[in-house]
């Protein structure tokens, strides 16, 4: 599943799963690192406010992407950030900063991508390879 929503509610989202302990930062990926390793909404948005401020006219500029695996595959962490890093790369967004979430709320461990689909260039990358 791609959702399009606000890149706040896409953060506020999986911080809050983070918060009553049914989800971690995996990984990050051109994201500004912090001192202690934990992030607040804000502190993400930091990295992706270049992309944004440089595409103000762009409506649709947030992904929201879950991957879900079967419930009978256990998949370890190591495989989730391979998958994540792949699936970014081959869609496009290889090169945008991007944070993935591990959640545990459900039967199955599974994992959220956010990220923005404009760079800093002034492009939007085409919706179209992933079906949008």
Known sequence: MIAKINLYEALAYNQLKMEHENGQILFTNRII?????HYSVAQLAQSFAPHLI??????KHTLHI????????KVSDDKFREMAEQYMREMGYGEQPFVVFKHTD??????????????VKRFQI??????L
């Open 106 to 119: 459900i039967d199955r461990s599974h994992i959220h991508i956010v990220s923005v689909c404009v760079g």
């Open 126 to 131: 085409s919706s179209r390879k992933c079906g």
């Open 66 to 73: 879950s991957l879900n695996p079967d419930p009978n595959d």
């Open 33 to 37: 690192e912090t001192t202690n390793g």
């Open 54 to 59: 440089a595409n103000r006219n762009t409506e």
